[in-house]
């Protein structure tokens, strides 16, 4: 039987032509080449992200909304960084507000939203959250006197217990923080589902997708939620983080701001001279991502990262497979997360018994392979698998990783059971 291909996975760049891309990949460690599993942390950034960079900060630099050259090619590029993020996020330009990173956005929307809040009304969370979706809102319990409510995690799977959620929920809810993939685990948890699940109850909803959006085309129009938020080093662009929200929603926030700062979104949410030349990258990356699918020549930016994201899902799916079912042959090596076929990205965690998490990162660094080792400040979903104390070895698949890398880290790994 004829295997049938996607045609619009076949018409995305293979990974070796996706590497070529990647300056940090011509790194060499006693002579081996240094493979990346670090992206979960933050990828590694392709040579047309510092180029856009570079252009902006040597020809363009300065600041917005004045009358001479250089201001105005500013203006016009954060519009056109804008436009290139909602196409990304399925919003529009006028809703993509940028900031530092995920985390200080996240506080700054809490300490907006906290001003239209009091005691007794409620804050809902999950135990899967990164804690850059936990202490912004946990803040607003002593801040505000608001009450937070806490959605367990099925340890058994890293999954969200839906009953959970369903229990927490309530006439009291002012807001659902919670988040699309699990920075630890991987997990993807439905936030269609869940959204539909606050507006019932008459909350609004805030998604943490800064895991997901490297792994997942986001589609905020068909999640349904109110405010999303994004961070461009994880799908290899520069450190800067991308909020997403309703034009309505953003205007009508009590928004800590200085008086002469533009009122109208998405400025409104914006404070202070922004990273410039960060936006210009988080939109370069944007573009390199549409360009990896033949589509971009003659679609939509929006068409070919379609076909981007099919084609990387489908082998981050595969490596994923691959390393899950190898690793679990190892004695003594536990997984932990939702297993391959359900709902995830290409990020699992381990550990293995006799050894500390940072020894087994050690090992695998000294043969050139790079994982990252801790709680990720995903500290609860850490201490709930009872591992606060020395944390999970996390291994993450990006759009640069070969099958060959893969091998190497097995290799590595099943080198400590000698």
Known sequence: MTTMIDPAISDVASVEGIRDHFPALEREQDGVPVAYFDGPGGTQVPQVVVDAMSEYLLHHNANTHWRYPTSEETDALIARSREALADLLNGRPDEIVFGQNMTTLAFHLARSLGREWGKGDEVVITELDHHGNVAPWRALEKDRGITIRTVEMRTEDGRLDWSSLESALGPRTKLLAIGAASNALGTITDVTRATALAHKAGARVFVDAVHYTPHVLVDVQAIGCDFLACSAYKFYGPHIGVLWGRREMIEALDAPRLEPAPQESPERLETGTQNHEGIVGAAAAVDFLASLSAAHRHESRRKALTSTYAALHARGDALLERL???????????????????????????????????????????????????????????????????????????????????????????????
Do not use: H, M
């Open 324 to 418: 899950w079912t190898e690793l679990a042959k190892i004695d003594g090596l536990t997984l932990y997360g939702p297993k391959p076929g359900t709902p995830r990205t290409p990020t699992l965690s381990f550990t293995l018994r006799g050894y500390r998490t940072d020894d087994v990162a050690s090992a695998l660094a000294k043969r050139a392979v790079y994982v990252s080792n801790g709680d990720f400040y995903a500290a609860t979903v850490v201490e709930r698998l009872g591992q606060a104390a020395d944390g999970l070895v996390r291994v993450g698949c990006s759009c640069y990783t070969s099958e060959d890398e893969v091998g190497r880290l097995i290799d590595g790994v099943r080198a400590l059971r000698g």
